[in-house]
Every structure is written in C-alpha cells, then in structure tokens.
C-alpha cells in the first residue's frame, strides 16, 4: 500500500514570496490532515479535511494560508504572503472514516525556510 | 481542550539498558493516546496506541506503553534499548472518533553504545 506523497521535500523561499505544498493521502483515506511543525516543537494542526469539506481550520493563519480539497483526493497548502516565522516542516497526515480511533498515516513533509 | 505534557526534552540511556519516555494528558472524555517516532528527515511512524482495555500494550520495535488513568500517564517504555532507536518520539492524544491528534513538543531520546 502506498503510503502519503508530499511534494516537494525542500523547499526555500525569500520572505513575502507564495509558495505551495502537495499532498496525495493514501488511496481511500477520507480524512487528511496539514500538520505546521516548527523546529523544537510537535506538529501543530492546520486544517483538517473530511472528503472535500473543511473540518477544522480554526488553527489556520487565514490571512496568509489556505488549502484546498476540491475532488476530495489530494490537497494544496498555500502560503501568501510568507513570513520568516513560517519556516516549518508542513506534514500531511490522512486517515479512514469509518475505522474507529485508526491513527493517522503520515508523509515525509516538506521543509519549508523562508529567508 | 486537550493536551500532552512531554517533561523531559532530552533523555539518554546506555544500550541494552531500559529506557521510559514520559507522557501525561489531559483530555475531557475518554482518553485516546499514541506514539510516534521521527527519525531525521523523515516524517512521523507510529508505534503504540491505547484505546480501550489492557493497560499495557505492545507496539512496533519492541516499544511497549502503560496507561495509567490515575496518574493521566502513558509512558513509553522498552527493556533493552538498541542504538538505532535514537530518535524524536511524539506523544499524542484525542478525545473521539476522527478528531485531530493532538501532540506533546516531543523528547529526544539518545542511546549511547
């Protein structure tokens, strides 16, 4: 079974530029997941994704970020304008509905740095 | 809200000798807890949770964890530690269903030979 794909897997940006991330969960998985991991700290949740519809985004800076699902499969994280405080590991997590208190399957992440 | 308190940022065994990563949580419901670990460059691969039931239980690597609900602990433990367990290990917990996960900062663990 393929696991979570991300891409890409670095990625180095100058402060105010855009920048966005992929995620392909794994086939089947209805829930997904963006994860912002900074450097010393655990993964902090983003957003979270149940077929196409949003969740829960309360943890999404919305006026710089946002992410899509619109065909329920794979999803976009954007990021406009970046701040140097954005430097980051951005993990993608996915996991089935239906399957009670399954754990979350996670990708390799992107890392972001913002100069 | 929930949460996960990992004390310890730093915790270095000799190999071949136990090792305990520590976890506490504090959760409304039921509690429903996991470890992960990360090794560098990687993302996170679980190992452990607790749902429902026996209070010890058996993961990947060796890795076991006991669930204390007096104490709101879910330690991480393992007999003999190998070198090649030198990792990041994540403790993280949920209240229900599919609710997100939500994790502890993380303890490094280091196995000296």
């Given at each position: 079974e393929a696991g979570v794909a991300q891409s890409p897997r670095y990625k180095i940006i100058e402060k105010r530029q855009s920048v966005a991330f992929w995620c392909n969960p794994i086939s089947g998985h209805a829930t997904l997941y963006w994860y912002q991991q900074i450097l010393g700290q655990g993964p902090k949740l983003l957003i979270q994704f149940q077929n196409n519809g949003v969740?829960?985004?309360?943890?999404?800076?919305?006026d710089r970020f946002s992410a899509e699902r619109l065909k329920g499969v794979d999803s976009t994280l954007k990021i406009q304008?970046?701040?140097?405080?954005?430097?980051a590991v951005y993990l993608c997590a996915s996991s089935p509905v239906g399957v009670p208190n399954t754990e979350a399957f996670f990708g390799q992440g992107t890392r972001l740095t913002v100069v | 809200a929930q949460s996960v308190a990992q004390p310890e940022d730093q915790v270095n065994v000799a190999e071949g000798n136990p090792l305990t990563v520590k976890c506490t949580y504090s959760v409304s419901g039921n509690p429903y807890l996991f470890w992960y670990v990360q090794y560098p460059n990687r993302g996170l691969q679980f190992l452990l949770k607790y749902?429902?039931?026996?209070n010890l239980v058996k993961g990947s690597y060796g890795f076991e964890a006991e669930f204390n609900k007096s104490q709101t602990s879910f330690h991480l433990k393992k007999p003999s530690a190998l070198v090649s367990d030198s990792a990041l290990y994540f403790c993280a917990v949920r209240d229900s269903g599919n609710t997100p996960l939500v994790f502890g900062k993380g303890t490094r663990l280091s196995v000296i030979a």
């Open positions: 969740v829960d985004d309360s943890q999404l800076p919305k304008p970046a701040k140097l405080e954005d430097s | 749902i429902t039931g026996d």
